[in-house]
Nanobody, 124 residues
Framework: QFAVVESGGGSVEPGGSLRLSCAAS????????LGWFRQAPGKEREGISC????????RYADSVKGRFTISRDNAKNTVYLQMSSLRPEDTGVYYC?????????????????WGQGTPVTVSS
């Protein structure tokens, strides 16, 4: 079965850092662009970052630009989201998604495989 699994979520104080991981199971991430999405409490899910198949193209939502960094390690079949300078408004469930296209998107619609999400809480 094809699946992506997120990990690395947790609780952190404002200003802290976390690194999320997204591992693929049953397929190779080499042929997929990846996106990270976030659903804050009471809000709709939003795209926050994505990376192309080659890794040469990345995109970020304005809310995380300069604080979050997406990367991929195809040898480990894993994509990462390094989150720094975390704020309370970064709290939410973070989802990883994959789609078989060269370029990525911050829109949900083109993504094929979705993980179950990993929760992140930023609070003092």
């Amino acid at each position: 079965q094809f699946a992506v699994v997120e990990s690395g979520g947790g609780s952190v104080e404002p200003g802290g850092s976390l690194r999320l991981s997204c591992a693929a199971s049953g397929f190779t991430l080499d042929d997929y662009s990846l996106g990270w999405f976030r659903q804050a409490p009471g809000k709709e899910r939003e795209g926050i970052s994505c990376i192309s198949i080659s890794g040469m193209s990345t995109r970020y939502a304005d809310s995380v630009k300069g604080r979050f960094t997406i990367s991929r390690d195809n040898a480990k079949n894993t994509v990462y989201l390094q989150m720094s300078s975390l704020r309370p408004e970064d709290t939410g469930v973070y989802y990883c998604a994959a789609r078989p296209t060269l370029l990525c998107s911050l829109s949900e619609d083109p993504y094929t495989y979705w993980g179950q999400g990993t929760p992140v809480t930023v609070s003092s």
